[in-house]
């Protein structure tokens, strides 16, 4: 039985595609006028250089994933098993960034919270929660792509081993495939909300964003 490869694909499109959601690297610069601002600036920068760099690793685990299909096509399978124990591990790292991540949206927020400017605050909190469900978006798509790795590498283990009669549970795949799917279609929505948050609390608190 051949690994569905139009499932696979999708795996590899929405990888790629969070990649390109959160590889964005916006700075604030200017507008420092004292201790406060400079802890909300630098822990700002923190969380959007983090973003970054989950985001090139994502990219870099997307292509290595689109090689896949072309080592199956070379019967390459100890090599496809190789490649996809390298991205399961990756991803495990791309994981515990999103929990760094994480702690850092929370002190965000705690900085947020003890501002006495009402307008920042509120604008900050806004993109803070923004930030928080994008967060969580992204990890169920990772999560369950992880999942579908793992289901897919021992199918070319088992093709690895000489086996003629390998077969994958498309019940189980396909439940992955949905979740995927679903948190991919949740980024698409909050992706802008995020970016029209980081803008409005930039220009509320007076503060410059370049892209990186």
Request: charge should be neutral; aromatic fraction near 6%.
């Amino acid at each position: 039985m051949q690994f569905n490869k139009k499932l696979a694909l999708r795996v590899i499109v929405l990888i790629v595609g969070l990649a390109l959601i959160i590889s964005g690297v916006i700075k604030i610069v200017g507008g420092l006028k004292d201790t406060k601002d400079s802890n909300t600036i630098n822990k700002f920068n923190e969380i959007y250089a983090l973003g970054g760099q989950i985001g090139e690793e994502m990219k870099i685990t997307g292509a290595l994933l689109n090689g896949i299909s072309g080592k199956e096509q070379a019967k390459d399978y100890a090599g496809a098993v190789k490649d996809i124990s390298t991205a399961i591990s990756d991803i495990d790292n791309v994981i515990s960034e999103f929990n760094v991540l994480n702690i850092k949206i929370s002190e965000f927020k705690k900085i947020l919270g003890d501002d006495p400017d009402q307008a920042v605050k509120q604008s900050g909190l806004k993109l803070v929660d923004l930030l928080e469900q994008r967060n969580i978006a992204s990890l169920d798509l990772i999560n369950n792509t992880k999942q579908f790795v793992v289901l897919s590498k021992t199918y070319y283990e088992e093709l690895a081993a000489g086996k003629t009669e390998v077969k994958i549970d498309e019940i189980q795949a396909n439940s992955f495939i949905q979740k995927i799917t679903q948190a991919d279609k949740t980024l698409l929505v909050l992706t802008p909300q995020v970016n029209t948050a980081t803008q409005d609390f930039a220009k509320i608190a007076n503060f410059q964003l370049k892209t990186k």
